[in-house]
């Protein structure tokens, strides 16, 4: 084809984009109607290709924290072209704006949007599971087989038989989330987590603070005077913030990358540190010893706000507890060493009941010491009500255990030289606000919770925790109260959100495959405190019900969990109904019985938030979605209308269920209406307003 003498049409008519446009378009001018333009030469060609019908805002309704708005750019009802904004504020006078944003991933959203592994239709498998065997089916037949089969399973073994999980990438897009917490709060279905699901869950910090989230905005690595860029690759991996690392280097900052690899944020650092992979424990409390050696301590910080004061029973290495003294004494009352009156006091802050609920407005406890200073150092006797028994505190332990870690001595495990781990250490205490930047995938490794509680450690000891631009970063979550609000709105909650790590290990081979890795001493420790959680309570049991069907959206379980195979052999493959809603044809939907077409996030009206960033994003519908796909949000409510009107027609009554022990009646039935409230929540967009 020659471009200088074909017209517009016939030039247009030979592309792919018409191809789509045909098929898919929703533009109210189509080629056809346009008139007929002469090109006489190359830069017509050029100018017409940087035409379009409109632009839309739109930003990523993935598992994505960038959270970058972009411009598309809209011709003949095809996204063909992403362009990314730069309009970001900053969060504070102190610190540089939020700007560029974007990344080359990002570029790419609308090719994936257009790619062959989209799901069109709804369909039924028809051969074997994952033989890729398929039937085109009608919204109005996939709705219904899997309603009817959603009452079967909540009537025979109750709702608690049914799993509807939330993805990764369904959890940033607040609308269909609340959706998600609707459903599951009207109909009493398991709403698996997923931040232990992708092993993003950090243990340690849960361990050390009773918090998962330790973290700030991504503004606050400015603020650091010495920023530990530890088990992260920012540049690579957080790529519309890594600015903040390169512009705190000229704020002053001592910028180190701590990475066996020689990685693209190592290029960009002050100071790269190359440690043998997996020894990043042992450097931590390497820099732990030269902290205590050195003295560099936050002596105010330590006594007041952690439990290095706290003494320690040297009979049983536990803390010494006001059970212990007295049988009245409540179990969580912990103590300090008085020196002036050569006794035991009662820590602040501890040996009460916190009220459960909301917070008190005045809070009733304070960890404000006055003039008081516990002793940090030494070893005493105390009266129990079993005798007499030598503590000491939890700081003497600390400084006896971290004398095992000299540099010297963990130089031969770590391979970084004893004078380069001293000169970070004295860096990072000494610089008034000492950051350590983690990512997620710390939270990946066996005993990755010794890493994050050795950083902790460090941050205590120079006060760095919560101070600004300082203690450990891995991530935020975003405020939550108007989603639990329209999650809950005229029903109360009645939520069952399930911790995935022990749903697994109740639903597949989980002690055996330990075994198989680690052998049968770890196998039956980790056993039989998983035993204990469920006696105690302290866990639900999920091995009582059977797990008869999954709906899976937003994620790819069946490629992500970590035992792969053996995961879809011992638990995926034994669940009766297996239903995918997904965008794309994964190796989730290959297992599955159903799957169910979702819209791409250009083709959906939401919102997006993020912890780490100070701004929400709209979602705004580019363009129809494609084929026969829906939002999310439409396919829980029209599933719910679906069972509400099955539930009319089989006459099914309330079903029995029962939460924190108390009897409690859902009235399927209704579902749809509740779903909607009836009928105020016509959209998404209705929840965004709510939402806001
Ligand atoms: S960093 Fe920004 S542009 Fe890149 S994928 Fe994430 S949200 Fe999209």
Redesign the pocket.
């Given at each position: 084809m020659n471009p200088t003498t074909t017209t517009r049409r016939g030039f247009v008519t030979a592309t792919a984009a018409l191809g789509l446009s045909l098929k898919y378009g929703c533009s109210s001018e189509t080629p056809e109607q346009r008139p007929a333009q002469i090109y006489r030469g190359w830069e017509d060609l050029m100018r017409n290709k940087w035409t379009w019908d409109r632009v839309v805002r739109g930003?990523?309704g993935?598992n994505?924290?960038?959270?970058?708005a972009?411009n598309l750019y809209v011709r003949n009802g095809i996204v063909w072209r992403e362009e990314?904004q730069g309009e970001y504020g900053a969060s504070g006078d102190d610190v540089p704006d939020y700007g560029p944003?974007?990344?080359?991933?990002?570029?790419r959203?609308a090719k994936q949007m257009y790619g062959k592994q989209r799901v069109l239709y709804p369909m039924k498998r028809v051969g074997e599971r994952a033989e890729g065997q398929w039937q085109r089916i009608s919204w109005d037949q996939a709705l219904t087989e899997i309603a009817d089969k959603f009452i079967d399973y909540a009537v025979t073994d109750g709702p608690t038989s049914i799993s509807y999980a939330m993805g990764t990438a369904m959890i940033l897009k607040r609308a269909v989330f609340g959706g998600l917490f609707r459903f599951g709060n009207i109909t009493g279905c398991e709403i698996p987590e997923t931040f232990a699901g992708v092993g993003d869950l950090p243990v340690g910090a849960f361990m050390t603070l009773g918090h998962p989230l330790p973290g700030d905005n991504m503004a606050a690595v400015y603020k650091s005077k010495c920023c530990l860029v530890w088990v992260c690759n920012p540049a690579a991996t957080?790529?519309?913030d890594a600015h903040f690392f390169w512009e705190a280097r000229y704020n002053g900052t001592d910028v180190v990358v701590i990475s066996p690899d020689f990685n693209p944020s190592a290029m960009h650092a002050s100071k790269w540190v190359n440690l043998k992979p997996g020894t990043d424990a042992a450097l931590a409390m390497a820099m732990v010893q030269t902290i205590i050696a050195d003295g560099t301590i936050d002596w105010e910080y330590v006594r007041e706000q952690t439990d290095l004061p706290f003494l320690v029973r040297l009979d049983n290495q536990k803390f010494l507890r006001a059970s212990d003294l007295d049988d009245a004494g409540q179990e969580d009352g912990f103590y300090f060493w008085d020196a002036d009156k050569q006794a035991p006091v009662l820590a602040p802050g501890t040996g009460f009941k916190p009220a459960f609920g909301p917070a008190a407005e005045e809070p009733k406890e304070s960890l404000l010491l006055g003039d008081f200073e516990p002793a940090l150092e030494g070893q005493w006797t105390v009266a129990s009500k079993d005798g007499d028994v030598a503590v000491t505190t939890v700081y003497e332990l600390v400084k006896q255990n971290a004398q095992n870690y000299t540099p010297e001595n963990v130089a031969e495990i770590t391979g970084v030289n004893p004078s380069v781990t001293r000169n970070i250490a004295r860096s990072f205490a000494g610089s008034g606000a000492g950051m350590i930047f983690a990512g997620y995938r710390v939270n990946k490794w066996l005993h990755g919770d010794l890493i994050l509680r050795a950083w902790l450690l460090m941050c205590a000891l120079t006060g760095d925790t919560g101070r600004a631009g300082g203690g450990v970063q891995t991530t935020n979550l975003p405020r939550a109260d108007g989603l639990n609000k329209y999650a809950f709105d005229g029903l109360g909650p009645r939520l069952r959100v399930a911790a995935l790590a022990v749903w697994d290990y109740a639903k597949s081979d989980n002690q055996q495959l330990n075994a198989a890795i680690y052998g049968d001493e770890i196998a039956d420790h980790i056993d039989s405190h998983y035993r204990e959680a469920i006696e105690r309570r302290w866990m639900p049991d999920y091995s009582k019900k059977p797990w008869n069907m999954a709906i899976m959206a937003g994620h790819n379980p069946v490629s992500w969990r970590a035992s792969g195979e053996r995961w879809r052999e011992t638990a995926l493959s034994k669940v009766k109904t297996l239903v995918a809603i997904t965008p794309d044809m994964s190796a989730t939907a290959m297992h599955s019985d159903y799957v169910l077409p979702a819209a791409h996030h250009y083709e959906i009206q939401d919102m997006t938030m993020e912890g780490r960033t100070p701004y929400v994003h709209v979602l705004n519908a580019a363009v129809e979605p494609l084929g026969d796909s829906k939002p999310d949000w439409f396919i829980q409510k029209e599933l719910l209308e679906k069972i509400s009107q099955l539930a009319v027609e089989r006459s099914i009554g309330p079903i029995q269920d029962s939460m924190f022990g108390q009897p409690i009646e859902r009235d399927y039935t209704q579902a749809g209406e509740l779903f909607t409230l009836n009928g105020k929540f016509k959209e998404p967009r209705d929840v965004v307003e709510f939402l806001f």
């Open positions: 930003s990523r993935i994505c924290t960038g959270h970058c972009f990314q944003r974007g990344c080359q991933k990002g570029l959203q957080r790529i519309p």
